[in-house]
């Protein structure tokens, strides 16, 4: 028998994807489906990573809360980007991944029954670990547009209520690539504000902006440091996957609930990982403009490829979406006849937001240009179009 926490998380889709494309042993196969990216991490990270295998300072479990040069290197980090200060000691704590981290911070927030609103189409993760927390997801429609993804203002406020706890909001956002601009920002501080509610800002792919687009720390917005719970990592702007390394910076007011929390759950971080991470953070040149380069050029390759299709302009990330229902295909049929007659294999967005399961999503962030030269031959092969 399901426990009730689980009754309604469907899962993520892509796990079965990614399963489905690795059976059929073809290299042939281009690997759209799930956020793996082929570039390599920064070569200081790569070095630091392999020292600390020979370190026996990385062989532990201390200090729980996360090495101090890393916690360091996290704070600096974000104090570029917000303009804020915070104190490494009792203000940061290092979790093994990002995801790990907004979990501890959910669990830290939330009592049963609580609200989150979320962006729609989001990770389906993050709507995940909200009702893992015990808290029910409420959602803000993002709108496709000629201007990218825009945030309907509209619905944002229709779904803040008296038992919004918390804002999830991730930018640019899995899976749309939605980028939020000052405008938006505005508005989802002046509901933190009113409904005294916390921000949970998901700053995984915070520096994945395209076309120039500003980096905005909703931290460094008026009266939103006390408001503001940053869950970071290492795994996309820094291409270090599999390193499991995150963090959570916030105000000290919760982060000594959110030890706890964490003490708890995963208790600490991966030793090995984290030289690496503190590493990629200081590093001269942590490659990640170059690598938004290469990512912007096969998003724009792809928008202009599949430009007779209905294809959602991502304006940041890793991936965009096709309305696929547009085309008189429901998700699951298109992913099913690309994988099988053209060999593509890409996520269908069920689970990922109300609005979201008419999407199919494309991640450009794992295949070259050279290697997506034939995508709109294979989409034609698949879809009969």
Request: some cysteine.
């Amino acid at each position: 028998m399901t426990v009730s926490r689980l009754t309604e998380i469907p899962g993520i889709g892509v796990d079965k994807m990614g399963d489905a494309a690795d059976a059929k042993h073809n290299g042939n196969i281009l690997r759209l489906e799930n956020l793996d990216t082929d570039l390599k991490p920064p070569a200081e990270a790569l070095a630091a990573t392999h020292a600390a295998i020979d370190d026996d300072d990385a062989n532990s479990y201390l200090p729980f809360t996360g090495q101090v040069a890393l916690r360091e290197a996290v704070v600096a980090r974000i104090e570029r980007s917000a303009r804020v200060r915070y104190d490494p000691q009792t203000e940061c704590i290092v979790s093994a991944g990002g995801l790990a981290g907004i979990l501890n911070v959910l669990l830290s927030i939330l009592e049963a029954g609580d609200e989150v609103v979320l962006t729609d189409p989001t990770y389906a993760g993050l709507i995940n670990r909200v009702r893992l927390a015990g808290g029910v997801p409420k959602f803000a429609r993002l709108m496709p547009s000629a201007d990218g993804w825009r945030l309907d203002l509209d619905s944002l406020a229709a779904a803040v209520g008296p038992r919004t706890r918390a804002l999830l909001v991730m930018s640019p956002s899995m899976p749309s690539g939605f980028v939020a601009n000052a405008g938006e920002w505005e508005a989802i501080a002046a509901h933190c504000r009113r409904a005294d509610a916390w921000l949970v800002y998901d700053a995984a792919m915070e520096r994945i902006v395209f076309d120039g687009s500003p980096v905005i720390h909703p931290a460094s917005l008026p009266e939103m440091r006390e408001r503001t719970i940053t869950v970071g990592s290492v795994s996309k702007e820094f291409r270090m996957i599999g390193w499991r390394v995150g963090w959570i910076v916030g105000p000290a007011s919760i982060m000594n609930d959110v030890r706890l929390t964490s003490l708890s759950n995963v208790v600490c971080q991966v030793g090995i990982g984290m030289p690496g991470a503190t590493a990629a953070l200081t590093s001269s040149d942590d490659g990640v403009a170059h690598a938004v380069n290469v990512w912007q050029a096969r998003r724009d390759f792809l928008l202009t490829a599949l430009g007779d299709l209905p294809v959602m302009r991502p304006d940041g990330g890793w991936s965009l979406l096709i309305d696929t229902e547009r085309l008189g295909l429901a998700p699951e049929e298109a992913s099913r006849l690309l994988l099988t007659k053209a060999d593509v294999a890409a996520t269908p967005m069920k689970g990922w937001g109300p609005q979201a399961g008419r999407y199919l999503r494309f991640v450009f962030a794992n295949e070259s240009v050279e290697r997506l030269a034939d995508i709109r031959a294979r989409v034609r092969t698949a879809w009969s179009m």
